[in-house]
């Protein structure tokens, strides 16, 4: 038996970095400062759809064949919210996003969920700042489904699969960050 700490808090260590970058990115720092304005909104909105929908076709996978709570895809929330302020998405732009096991997908995931988790602090933001415009994408925030399919997930994997899994959410937010970066 190993003193291998959790597999979420090696992703979350591996991956701060990334993920500050990202947090601190100039298409989305406005979605959580006071002010945000809606054609910012829906430049935020339109970068995300490409590595958003990409990141979700890749881990698909893990949930073919599953019935009852669980992941829920949330690209075409965004697409929703997009075309209802005349937006259009970018075209994803990042690198090539291959996420070859159920390892490596579970890290993508992480990325996703992650993404879901923080988006109930934009949707605060957005219904004070443009309580009109829609936060569909953002509002369908928070833990659901995540306590039901994550740790069956994290249990599934051997310790010696953890760095495919952290090499999974490391390529997610590079995807992220890149594309971000040529869209603005």
Request: aromatic share 8%; charged share 20%.
């Amino acid at each position: 038996m190993t003193n291998q700490p959790p597999l979420a808090e090696l992703l979350r260590a591996a991956t701060r970095e990334q993920h500050q970058q990202l947090d601190r990115h100039p298409l989305l720092r406005p979605l959580i400062q006071p002010g945000i304005r809606a054609e910012q909104y829906s430049a935020a909105l339109a970068a995300l759809h490409g590595p958003t929908a990409e990141l979700e076709r890749q881990v698909e996978p893990l949930f073919q064949g599953q019935s009852g709570p669980g992941y829920s895809p949330r690209i075409r929330l965004l697409a929703q919210d997009l075309a209802r302020l005349h937006g259009q998405p970018r075209p994803y732009q990042g690198p090539l996003l291959k996420l070859h096991n159920p390892a490596q997908q579970i890290g993508g995931l992480y990325v996703l969920e992650g993404s879901r988790l923080g988006a109930f602090a934009i949707a605060q933001r957005l219904e004070q700042d443009l309580p009109d415009l829609p936060r569909d994408f953002f509002g369908n925030g928070g833990r659901r489904g995540w306590p039901d399919y994550w740790p069956p997930l994290l249990a599934s994997l051997d310790p010696s699969q953890y760095p495919d899994a952290i090499q999974g959410a490391q390529q997610a937010f590079e995807a992220f960050i890149q594309h971000l970066s040529a869209c603005h």
